[in-house]
């Protein structure tokens, strides 16, 4: 037998202000905090301490985590400071165990329905019978579109009035198909993802007898990642409170990046006002990353304007200063990334503690295939490419279609397809956060046979799909433990000693699509998350000719002028490959000039606009400005057929557009 260990333990290691919040043991609580200050670390020693004070039995706490991964974290730490049993479960997962509970009791017996899967199996067929050009919306775009609606708890018939201008489609046009949507899933027995919450809700508002069970069960929350929740959640989240006041939120209002889902931090920030008397807690000190590394992340926040909380303070010695690379082409900076991988194994950092991020997850085959020839092993944290659900659908496709041309006349044939039959059009160009991850990675997806092609004027639809499944079988195979490859919204709150962020390109962070201020200050939230992920050692580059607003921001030149050449200033090395001088202005014009000869062409041919060019292929080509027929080749969507039939009229209008 061990002597029972003393709560205090619990408290030696922290600082006072996380002492203040794990000591503040019962009643409301927020702790609002920036990246790496210990805010998950305060949540699992809060209830620990709790528990062991005799403050809440373990079996009445309930942790609720913004992802499954984090929940199986929370459920570690506790059992590692000795308290097995406490839960820890996303809104989801708790909603949803609730349900299955109840349901039958309340539905003569029935089981609780299935879930949906993907609402596209349903939305699909309904886009079909949209009017003219609107049948061409990406089915995910809607299906963000219902889920934004639903976690507002805004029904099909309010859609017009409180929705506003927020579909890719007229707003009666998406009330209506809103409401079909919601008929298929009712007839089909079936309820969705936001339907756990949403039935949940109604339950507990409506049942007594439910809501006294659920609320006698779990009676102590916390909840992690609060900047991140949005009204439904939150509605949920007050009806398991019932009478108990015992609520605790931290959250960081720097790291919301999950306002496309519905996600405000407005309940993070009004929480005082909500729970009056409520103390709030800041954590100013960081005590993830080095003084250099944190200095870079609060440059970042300092570009957006005023930050919510003061700037993030090391608690770390000093370290190297942050990579900022410039490179020539996409290959190079590749190599430099395998380069940097090299460079940080060699100064003891384990593969496994190092991490790549990026925007969007088309990115990763181009990665993954550079660490494979160089043979760096590599763990895909999330989806791979190839279990895409779009990338199987459209090798089905290729595989029932089977196309007869040959070379490049087989690519602009599989283009074709991917337009007509998977939505790959030019609506692509405003879609919301799946529609772009699915749009990139059926553009990888062309551009691979589009590179085959070019190599084999004879490529048979055979040979494109043998070499599909050899891709396939190498991804699947290469995964091992390994160096992270993950996206920015995945490695919200984890850490690792090095990280790396390729591809710091407009249109690619801030993305393409994201226009108004809102929408770039999230995409700045974004970079904040990846640069905060980091210990030790961090890496910053951009191939583009226009890198990203954001990396100017971090540029040698600003950060002479703001803090003077002295201490601390964060130093800038290029690192190999060839470094772009200059950094070119967004030049609308070259954009606007493609469009008009689009148009005029795609009328001249008698094809719709998309036929001739994607938007995303016109913006390319407008940031790049390629001046010869291989430098127009590497852009992304340009294919051999393409390139022969449009490319000099192309390079014309680029020609004209600059001399203008
Ligand atoms: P994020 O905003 O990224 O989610 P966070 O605020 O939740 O970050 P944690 O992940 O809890 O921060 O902590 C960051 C790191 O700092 C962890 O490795 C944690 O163990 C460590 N840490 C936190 N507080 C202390 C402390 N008082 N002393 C030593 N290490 C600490
Ligand atoms: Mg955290």
Known sequence: ???????????????????????????????????????????????????????????????????????????????????????????????????????????????????????????????????????????????????????????????????????????????????????????????????????????????????????????????????????????????????????????????????????????????????????????????????????????????????????????????????VGRYADPDAELAGVVTWIRAVAAAGVALTETAVLVRVNAQLPAIEDALTRAGIGFTVRGQRFFDRREIREALALLRRVRLTEVGGALAAAFERLLVERMGLDDVAADAGHEGRERAASLELLLGIVEDLAAADSVLTIDAVLAELDRRKGAEAAASSDGVNLLTYHRAKGLEWDAVYLPALDEGLLPIRQAKEADEVAEERRLLYVGITRARRFLALSSSSRRPSRFLEELSPARSKSRRGAGEGAPRVRVLPGAPIAAVAVADESVLEALRVWRRERAKADGVPAYVVAHDTTLGEIADVRPRSLPALRRVRGMGPAKLERYGPEILAVIEGAATD
């Open 1 to 323: 037998m061990t002597a029972t260990p003393s709560p205090e333990r619990l408290l030696e290691d922290l600082n006072p202000s996380q002492r203040e919040a794990v000591t503040t043991t019962s009643g409301p609580l927020a702790i609002i905090a920036g990246a790496g200050s210990g805010k998950t670390r305060v949540i699992s020693r809060r209830a620990a301490y709790a528990i062991e004070i005799g403050v809440i039995p373990a079996d009445q706490i309930l942790l609720v985590t913004f992802t499954d991964k984090a929940a199986g974290e929370m459920v570690d730490r506790m059992a590692a400071m000795g308290h097995r049993g406490v839960l820890a479960r996303t809104f989801h997962a708790a909603a949803l165990a609730q349900l299955r509970h109840f349901w039958p009791s309340r539905h003569d017996g029935g089981p609780l329905p299935a879930i949906l899967d993907s609402k596209l199996r349903l939305i699909v067929p309904l886009v079909g019978r949209l009017p003219g050009g609107y049948r061409f919306t990406p089915g995910k775009d809607l299906a963000d579109t219902i889920e934004w609606a639903k976690v507002r708890r805004i029904r099909p018939q309010r859609w017009v009035a409180d929705g506003g201008d927020r579909a890719p489609i007229p707003a009666d046009l998406f009330a209506r198909l809103y409401r079909d949507y919601e008929r298929a899933k009712a007839e089909a027995g079936l309820l969705d993802f936001e339907d756990m919450l949403v039935e949940t809700v109604e339950l507990l508002e409506r049942d007594l007898e439910a809501a006294t069970l659920v609320r006698s069960r779990k009676r102590w929350f916390s909840v992690d990642e609060y900047q991140d929740t949005n009204p439904l959640s939150e509605r949920l989240l007050e009806l398991w409170l019932g009478e108990s006041r015992d609520l605790a939120v931290v959250g960081d209002p720097d790291q919301t990046i999950y306002t496309f889902t519905g996600a405000t931090p407005d309940f993070l920030l009004g929480f005082a006002e909500r729970h009056p008397g409520a103390p709030v807690v800041t954590l100013a000190q960081n005590y993830r990353s080095s003084p250099q590394i944190l200095e870079f992340a609060n440059r970042v926040v300092a570009g957006g304007g005023e930050s919510t909380r003061g700037a993030l303070r090391a608690t770390h010695p000093d370290g190297p200063p942050p990579s």
